[in-house]
């Protein structure tokens, strides 16, 4: 059971890191710092916006908008650092 939960764990470690990226990505493709038709960095951005948006669309249509400024991912990752938490101190002391 203890496997299971470290699954987890590591699970919504790497979907945060997915999230930082993706947000990086977006704000150098933003400023022009890379070019999205440069295949690699195109496939790149389509696999991240695939894996991050089903999860951040329901954010946003919640959020109120604040002029361009999207805190979806900020609010995803505090409630992915809270389960996270959630898991290794409620929940794993139990199966062990």
């Known amino acids: 059971m203890y496997a299971l939960f ?3 764990d590591t699970i919504l470690e790497l979907y ?3 999230l930082i990226i993706s947000a990086v990505l977006s704000w150098l493709v ?6 999205t038709r440069n295949r690699v960095v195109y496939t790149i951005g389509d696999f991240l916006y ?3 948006e089903p999860v951040l669309r329901p954010i946003r249509r919640i ?8 805190i979806a991912p900020v609010i995803l990752i505090l409630l992915i650092l809270f389960l996270r938490q959630l898991i290794r101190n ?6 062990l």
């Open 16 to 18: 945060t890191w997915l």
């Open 63 to 70: 959020l109120p908008n604040l002029g361009g400024i999207d």
């Open 30 to 35: 933003a400023f022009n710092v890379i070019n």
């Open 6 to 8: 470290w699954l987890i």
């Open 90 to 95: 409620d929940i794993a002391p139990l199966v």
């Open 50 to 52: 695939r894996v991050t």
